[in-house]
């Protein structure tokens, strides 16, 4: 069968393969029972495998790895020198990535160890040697005899036992070709927490994740200290951009703003929905209002959120109106409190939906007819001498965020009181509020 039909979606990307060797009752089926039920690995079984060969698709802290196992041979089929073993192990290292070399740590260094070292040796793979079977910690040192296979620093393990499980996991996926970047794939919906400082970021991030229905890890970010936070709920990954900081706040509370604004603009940068909080208790001011087009001018859709509502001086009503009037994107509005957790629920629904519409395309069709009743709503700005500036086709020519194309007799007579203004009525038309639309208006040939 197929690599591609393993795969759960089209779109995930595969950091990169696993293979797992080593002979027969060193452990290997119990090693990947044990990773593969870890709390946080998702595994799909290709169907139809063979006895001797398992690919499974593990998925760890937002990262998907293939899992290559070659355990199914029994010692019999092998003999003491299983040439079977070694053809299985060279065929599963030609195509890894990185193999996991298992062996019985209780055993000592067996030939067929030697054998298999000196094959991987000459594969010039990454390697990990994994000296199972040591179940008390205490005894993590009995690995140090496998240095002798000249495969690098042994790992002492139980996939018994289940001690360095959860470490070898993140020590595979740092090893992958693929990581350093989240590899899960396009339909993440990467998310950024912006305010000023104590609008209630930090609170809202950890009602998010507090959440039974979510799991939550941590995976590195771009920048050199920046973590980010994936979440994921039903079939939806959010990945929660450059949150190490929020959620380090709670129990540190150091004084250091930790917010800065030149961070929250390279976390809008890495967004696609900007969650924009604007402290209830305390009004909506100029810096909020700021932040918001931060967001938008990073290209996030946005998402408004009036925090502190349990204390909250606002009436939602005058505050829409107010956000309406002074936001470009004109962004929905969630009422939310943190502290009841009144709302919170609906910020990942909003979430979702904003990102829909963020990534969506409106075809040509429905433009072109949206473009039509502009037409008829308005004529176009007048020139110097008395030429009207007219809409006459357009299209999409991007997604997240949108930005569409119309062609017009000429440029030079768009005002930006109309620009504005056909931006708005495409988002009436299309439902696109919150979402940053940008508009080109290009000379029709
Ligand atoms: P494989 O042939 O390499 O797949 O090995 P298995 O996973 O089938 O394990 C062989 C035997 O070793 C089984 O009886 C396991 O229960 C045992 N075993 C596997 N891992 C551990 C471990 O970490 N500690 C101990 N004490 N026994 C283990
Ligand atoms: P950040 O600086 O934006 O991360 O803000 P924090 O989450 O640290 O919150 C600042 C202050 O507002 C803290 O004292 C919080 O306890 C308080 N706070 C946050 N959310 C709420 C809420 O929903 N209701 C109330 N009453 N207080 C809140």
């Known amino acids: ?154 790992w002492p393990l139980s996939g018994l036992h289940g001690h360095g499980s959860g470490d070898l996991l993140d020590e595979i996926v740092a090893r992958l070709p693929g990581t350093g970047e989240v590899a899960i794939g396009q339909e993440a919906i990467r998310v950024a927490i912006l305010g000023r400082p104590n609008v209630g970021k930090s609170s809202l991030l950890n009602r998010l994740v507090g959440r039974e229905r979510v799991i939550v890890s941590d995976v590195p970010g771009t920048t050199r200290d920046a973590i980010d936070t994936v979440l994921k709920r039903g079939d939806t990954t959010f990945v929660l951009v450059d949150t190490a900081g929020l959620r380090r706040k ?90 009841t957790g009144r709302g919170v629920n609906r910020v990942l629904d909003k979430v979702e939906e904003l990102f829909a519409k963020h990534s969506g395309r409106i075809t040509t069709g429905e433009l072109n007819r949206a473009l039509g009743e502009l037409r008829e709503a308005r004529p176009g700005p007048q020139g110097e001498r008395g030429r009207r500036l007219k809409l006459m086709y357009g299209t999409q020519v991007s997604t997240r965020p949108p930005r569409i194309r119309i062609f017009v007799n000429d440029p030079g007579l768009v005002t930006r009181d109309y620009g504005y203004w056909v931006e708005n009525e495409l988002r009436k038309c299309f439902s696109l509020e919150g979402v940053p639309v940008s508009i080109d208006f290009v000379k029709s040939e």
Request: hydrophobic letters at 45%; glycine letters at 8%.
């Open 1 to 154: 069968m197929s690599r591609r039909d393993a795969e759960p979606e089209e779109s995930r990307a595969i950091a990169g393969t696993v293979a797992i060797v080593g002979f027969p009752n060193v452990g290997k089926s119990t090693l990947i029972n044990r990773l593969t039920q870890s709390r946080a690995a998702v595994v799909h079984e290709t169907p139809g495998v063979t006895r001797d060969r398992k690919e499974l698709l593990c998925e760890w802290t937002g990262t998907w790895f293939r899992l290559v196992d070659t355990g199914g041979v029994d010692a019999a089929d092998g003999g003491p020198f299983g040439s079977k073993i070694a053809e299985q192990a060279r065929a599963a290292i030609e195509e890894a990535d990185l193999v996991l070399f298992v062996v019985d740590a209780r055993a000592g260094i067996t030939p067929g160890d030697e054998e298999l070292a000196a094959i991987l040796r000459a594969a010039k793979r990454p390697t990990i040697v994994l000296a199972n079977k040591i179940d008390d910690p205490r005894r993590d040192t009995d690995a140090a005899v496998f240095h002798r296979l000249g495969l690098g620093e042994p």
């Open 250 to 339: 709670r129990k540190q509370r150091q004084g250091i703003e930790y917010y800065s604004e030149l961070r929250a603009l390279e976390a809008a940068g890495r967004a696609d929905v900007a969650l924009v909080l604007f402290d209830s208790s305390e009004g909506i001011v100029e810096q909020d209002l700021a932040v918001a087009d931060v967001a938008r001018k990073a290209g996030c859709s946005t998402l408004a959120l009036l925090s502190k509502w349990d204390v909250s001086e606002l009436d939602i009503v005058e505050a829409e109106g107010h956000l309406a009037r002074r936001l470009r994107q004109r962004p929905p509005v969630i009422a939310v409190s943190a502290k």
